[in-house]
């Protein structure tokens, strides 16, 4: 438990240095772009930009419909699926961040809607695979859905 909650802080703490001295180094350098800036990629497990301490709630998106996805190339699914992972995996790293320090998670609802996604990207992929009439791709494809 005191590892979990002294490793939780250390990672905040090396996030919002780097922040710190990314502003600081990208309001030195003269490049103007702002991809330019350099990122902690830790911060991809933490929401960044919201204030715990805001009274009035966040509102959050729904969940991707399958009639949606059935509309999506090949090639964009498999990049929702990813940045999904990163949500699922962002929600999740905080969850268990605040449960160590004894604090409330905010908004559990976006971790089903998350799960839900994610499921119906893989049910319209596997529609896909049992459609496709050459049975070797049909295969290879299932396969690499279960993988996922």
């Known amino acids: 438990m ?34 330019d800036i350099p990122r902690n990629p830790l911060e991809e497990f933490f929401e960044v930009g919201r204030d715990p301490e805001s009274d009035k709630p966040t509102v959050y998106g729904r969940g991707w419909k399958a009639s949606e996805l059935r509309l ?23 969850r268990q961040m605040l449960n160590s320090q004894n604090l409330r998670f905010p908004n559990p609802e976006r971790i089903p809607k998350v799960r839900k996604s994610m499921c119906r990207i893989k049910q319209v992929l596997t529609e896909r695979a049992i459609d496709e009439p050459d049975p070797r791709r049909s295969a290879e494809m299932k396969r690499m859905i279960n993988a996922l």
């Open 72 to 94: 999506k190339s090949w090639d964009d699914l498999h990049k929702l699926w990813y940045v999904l992972l990163k949500e699922k995996n962002m929600l999740m790293t905080q």
């Open 2 to 35: 005191y590892l979990s909650r002294t490793f939780a802080r250390t990672l905040f703490a090396a996030a919002a240095r780097s922040r710190t001295y990314s502003s600081s180094s990208a309001a030195a350098s003269t490049a103007t772009d702002a991809a």
